[in-house]
């Protein structure tokens, strides 16, 4: 069972996208996004 980590990770950076303090957590999202592409390839 094969999971497209790019599919995952933006669904998760839009969801946070949408969120209205954007502007402040935009360099965290990156840095959280990171990580859970990190976790996908780990795996």
Do not use: A, G, W
């Amino acid at each position: 069972m094969q999971i497209d980590p790019y599919r995952k990770v933006k669904r998760f950076e839009s969801h946070h996208t949408s969120l209205p303090h954007k502007k402040n957590s935009k360099k965290q999202d990156v840095q959280i996004s990171k990580k859970i592409e990190q976790k996908m390839y780990c795996k």
